[in-house]
């Protein structure tokens, strides 16, 4: 089954839905028909685009949206999420990280479940009541499959797009 319209040629990922549920036109007057799913993400990218419904009621409210939540660009994440730092950018949030925020941030991503320690120590590192020993650091960094280097800079996979919630991955 061939993709809507708008699909970027570098999104492999499926359409949502109706392929002509909403009509994304740009400045210049050119317009295509597009699911909801890759609507959002060309009006996510194109921030000059507008949207406008198109078979589908309520489509293009939808992917308004979905778009605002959104970074420009979304198929770069399809097989890896974003890193905290990608999402802080994202965000314009001017963020230096510092080792207590990134070994929390990291122990929250793994749900608290770090290979090769406790809960009980995971849960007073992810809560930031401890600080981290360079032992810590590497089972941390060793269970997210990153470099210590890595884990301290931000520079691992941080919330999906599009989630404002914790998933369940
Ligand atoms: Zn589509």
């Given at each position: 089954?061939s993709a809507?319209?708008?699909?970027?040629?570098?999104?492999?990922?499926a359409?949502?839905?109706?392929?002509?549920a909403?009509r994304?036109?740009?400045?210049?007057?050119?317009?295509?028909l597009?699911?909801?799913?890759?609507?959002?993400?060309?009006?996510?990218?194109?921030?000059?685009?507008?949207?406008?419904?198109?078979?589908?009621?309520?489509?293009?409210?939808?992917?308004?949206?979905?778009?605002?939540?959104?970074?420009?660009?979304?198929?770069?994440w399809d097989?890896?999420?974003m890193?905290?730092?990608?999402y802080?950018?994202?965000?314009?949030?001017?963020?230096?990280?510092?080792?207590?925020?990134c070994v929390r941030?990291?122990?929250?991503?793994?749900?608290?479940?770090?290979?090769?320690?406790s809960?009980?120590r995971?849960?007073?590192?992810?809560?930031?009541?401890i600080?981290?020993?360079?032992?810590?650091?590497?089972?941390?960094?060793?269970?997210?499959?990153?470099?210590?280097?890595?884990l301290?800079?931000?520079?691992?996979?941080g919330?999906?797009?599009?989630?404002?919630?914790e998933?369940?991955d």
């Amino acid at each position: 089954m061939s993709a809507c319209e708008a699909i970027h040629p570098e999104d492999r990922t499926a359409c949502e839905g109706p392929q002509d549920a909403v009509r994304v036109s740009d400045p210049s007057g050119g317009s295509v028909l597009a699911c909801v799913h890759h609507g959002a993400r060309i009006l996510a990218t194109v921030t000059v685009a507008t949207v406008a419904p198109a078979e589908v009621p309520g489509a293009a409210i939808d992917a308004y949206r979905r778009a605002r939540q959104m970074p420009p660009c979304a198929w770069q994440w399809d097989d890896k999420p974003m890193t905290l730092v990608e999402y802080a950018v994202w965000k314009g949030i001017e963020w230096d990280p510092t080792r207590a925020e990134c070994v929390r941030d990291a122990v929250v991503r793994l749900h608290f479940k770090v290979d090769g320690m406790s809960d009980e120590r995971a849960f007073h590192l992810g809560t930031s009541q401890i600080e981290a020993t360079d032992t810590d650091l590497s089972l941390i960094a060793d269970t997210l499959g990153v470099t210590v280097e890595q884990l301290l800079g931000g520079d691992f996979p941080g919330p999906r797009p599009g989630n404002t919630t914790e998933g369940t991955d």
